[in-house]
């Protein structure tokens, strides 16, 4: 099982920049995959964007050109960073990830907001 705190969040104006951090400890070494989910109220949680072992990295269209993940293996830390942000990213930012030890480990952070004001 792997333990996630993230960190960063807060209030920026539109067109601004947050960096959030997600620190990994306990079966790191597992990890096959992590992702940074978001989740809106009133609205699903989704996969915004997520980088595998092999340094893979996708994203949903909406924060293509503007959002960037990025992991530190020395630090066991996975970074989102976001810019030119939005009203419409005003979520809660949750970071995920899926480790193989005998089962498949689906962990989760506590999550932290992100609200970009107009």
């Known amino acids: 099982q792997v333990q996630l705190v993230e960190s960063g969040g807060g209030l920026v104006q539109a067109g601004g920049s947050v960096r959030l951090s997600c620190a990994a400890s306990?079966?790191?070494?597992?990890?096959?995959?992590t992702g940074w989910y978001r989740q809106a109220p009133g609205k699903q949680r989704e996969l915004v964007a997520g980088?595998?072992?092999?340094?893979?990295?996708n994203y949903i269209d909406s924060v293509k050109g503007r959002f960037t993940i990025s992991r530190d293996n020395a630090k066991s830390t996975v970074y989102l960073q976001m810019d030119s942000l939005k009203p419409e990213d005003t979520a809660v930012y949750y970071c995920?990830?899926?480790?193989?030890?005998?089962?498949?480990?689906?962990?989760w952070g506590q999550g932290t907001q992100v609200t970009v004001s107009s």
């Open positions: 995920n990830t899926k480790s193989w030890a005998a089962r498949l480990y689906d962990d």
């Open positions: 980088i595998t072992s092999g340094g893979t990295t």
């Open positions: 306990g079966r790191i070494l597992s990890i096959t995959r």
